[in-house]
C-alpha cells in the first residue's frame, strides 16, 4: 500500500503548484483523500479532502478560493491544484487516504516540501 505525494517546489508569493498523489495497493474508489500540511513549528493541518463516494469537497477557509482538489479514478491519483499562493502556505504536504472523510486515514505519503517565498 502506497501514496505517493510529490509536485512541491520553491515558488513566489502569487505564483501556483500542482500537488500530486498516487495511489497503489488498495482500491482508490473506497477511500476519501486528504492533503494536510505541517510547518515548522505547528500543528498538522487539515487543508482538504474528497469524498470517494460522490466526489465532494471540503476546503480549510485560509485556502478557499485558492486550491481545487480533484481526483483521476482511472489513473488513482488525486491532486491538489494550488493558485495564489502565499507565504503562509509553506508547508510540508501531505496526502492520506481514509474510508471516511473525517478519519481516521488508514494510509500516508511522505510528504513535499512547498516554498512559498514573498
Known amino acids: 500500500v502506497q501514496l505517493q505525494a510529490s509536485g512541491g517546489g520553491l515558488v513566489q508569493a502569487g505564483g501556483s503548484l500542482r500537488l500530486s498523489c498516487a495511489a497503489s495497493?488498495?482500491?482508490?474508489?473506497?477511500?476519501?483523500i486528504a492533503w494536510f500540511r505541517q510547518a515548522p513549528g505547528k500543528a498538522r493541518e487539515a487543508v482538504s479532502c474528497i469524498t470517494s463516494s460522490d466526489g465532494r469537497t471540503f476546503y480549510t477557509d485560509s485556502v478557499k478560493g485558492r486550491f481545487t482538489i480533484s481526483r483521476i479514478r482511472a489513473d488513482y491519483t488525486n491532486y491538489l491544484q494550488m493558485n495564489s499562493l502565499k507565504p503562509e502556505d509553506t508547508a510540508v504536504y501531505f496526502c492520506?487516504?481514509?474510508?471516511?472523510?473525517?478519519?481516521?486515514?488508514?494510509?500516508w505519503g511522505q510528504g513535499t516540501q512547498v516554498t512559498v517565498s514573498s
Open positions: 492520506a487516504g481514509g474510508r471516511d472523510r473525517l478519519g481516521p486515514f488508514d494510509y
Open positions: 495497493g488498495f482500491t482508490f474508489d473506497d477511500y476519501a
